[in-house]
């Protein structure tokens, strides 16, 4: 399938969204961006998404990190849409343009496209995906989920929190990790350098192989 995929550079697409034109570059500018497709206006689990979306929209502006969502449908039908999502929602209100790709040619260049769900007429319907953008316009991290479940929004911050912190130290996050937890120490940098870059110390895992590779610190 032609599109996007983790270290593609995202091209700088003009797309028209509820809050105005934007060339994608544009709107990136040199921050974090979550980019996220939905099946279709006026479906029930993407109204539930957009809905916490907004809810979690404060979150991800803490961390940099702006939002972009996208539905094939057109403008009108995603500013009656809105409607729906701020009620359901409580009322947090949808800050975050939604792009509109009526005629589905956005989907099949960002790598946003269903191979199974398909409209009535025949058409190819966006799947449940999301790119996490870095501030090199770079895709950092994907997720492709079926139209049939819904994403899962902490996790969605959990990653961003741990590709933020790879992106400025040596570090990667591991299993289940959470904010605030112990990371390990990238395999590039030797043990000498991480007494200087970690200055707070580290520990190593015993592990039966003696290769000492598996080394935690705060």
Known sequence: MPGLTIGDAVPNLEVETTKGKYKLHDYFADGWTI????????????????GMMAAYAGQFSEKGAKLLGLSCDDIASHNEWIKDVEAYSGG?????????????????????????????????????????????KVVKLSFLYPASTGRNMDEVLRVLDSLQMASKH?????????????????????????KEMFPQGFETTDLPSKKGYLRFTK
């Open 35 to 50: 980019l996220f497709s939905h099946p279709g206006d006026f479906t029930p689990v993407c109204t539930t998404e957009l």
């Open 170 to 194: 040596k570090v990667a996050t591991p299993v289940n990790w959470k904010p605030n937890e112990k990371v390990v120490i990238s395999p590039s940098v030797n043990n000498d350098q991480a």
């Open 92 to 136: 947090h209100k949808v800050t975050y343009p939604i792009i509109a790709d009526p005629k589905r040619e956005i989907i099949k260049k960002l790598n946003m496209v269903d191979p199974d769900e398909k409209s009535s007429n025949g058409q190819n319907l966006p799947s449940r995906a999301l790119h996490i953008v870095g501030p090199d």
